[in-house]
């Protein structure tokens, strides 16, 4: 199984076929995190990528994060134990839910805020860190639960890479998690797309699996870019 434009979906089906087994709520730990997951929202232990980019994601005590694709709250909460002050932003109700319930059964609804929204939407203020777990293949979706996988021609990545420098503070940085099989297919180079919106771009950690390479991008704005005020 293919899509248009050639990349394997299999494996998406596969994570999408499991997640649409769930009809009723269900517990995971992670990290010594204990989640409770709604169905419809994406699980962080049924995949490599969450706790990747987690791994990869550097957060010191007192940081203000933002964690852009929430889903369970899973980036945020790890980035809350260690310390930060941290708004999590997703656009699915179930997956603010999700998240604003984990912050309390995980003793961290002090230092995080969730607010569901459109990417930057629901955001004010800027950040020291920004951590994005996006969508990560160029296909249709023709559910909700599906925009936790497919984004046609990346498009909400795209906004983000463009819409991002406005909310990192001086100093600040993102971090990124993308699949090679985009831009295998020349359809979506994410360190070229960054470097045209005018990010600085270090590749941080590849992970390699049979069908497809993820890695945890770092982005910064050059030293002495203009950081816009909000
Ligand atoms: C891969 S899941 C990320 C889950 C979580 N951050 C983690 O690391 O386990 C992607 C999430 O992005 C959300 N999403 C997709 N497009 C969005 C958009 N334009 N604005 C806000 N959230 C979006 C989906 O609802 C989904 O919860």
Known sequence: MHGNDGIDLRPAQRLIDRHLAHTEPYQVEIDSLQLLMLPGVFCPTYTKTSTFLAEHTQVEPGERVLDMFCGSGYQGLMAARRGASVLCVDWSAEAVSCATT?????????????????????????????????????????????????????????????????????????????????????????????????????????????????????????????????
Do not use: W
């Open 102 to 230: 984990n912050a309390e059964r995980n003793g961290l609804a002090d230092r995080v805020v969730v607010r569901q929204g459109d990417l930057f939407a629901p955001v004010s203020g800027q950040f020291d860190v920004i951590i994005a777990n996006p969508p990560l293949l160029p296909i249709t979706p023709s559910s909700m639960f599906e925009t936790a996988v497919y984004d046609s021609a990346l498009a909400h990545s795209n906004r983000f890479l463009e819409e991002v420098r406005d909310y990192l503070a001086p100093g600040g940085r993102a971090y990124f998690l993308a699949s090679s099989a985009p831009k295998d297919q020349g359809l979506f180079d994410l360190g070229a797309e960054a470097r045209n919106c005018g990010l600085e771009v270090r590749s941080v950690a590849d992970r390699v699996l049979p069908y497809e390479t993820y890695t945890v991008f770092k982005l910064q704005l050059p030293v002495g870019a203009r950081v816009a005020r909000r």
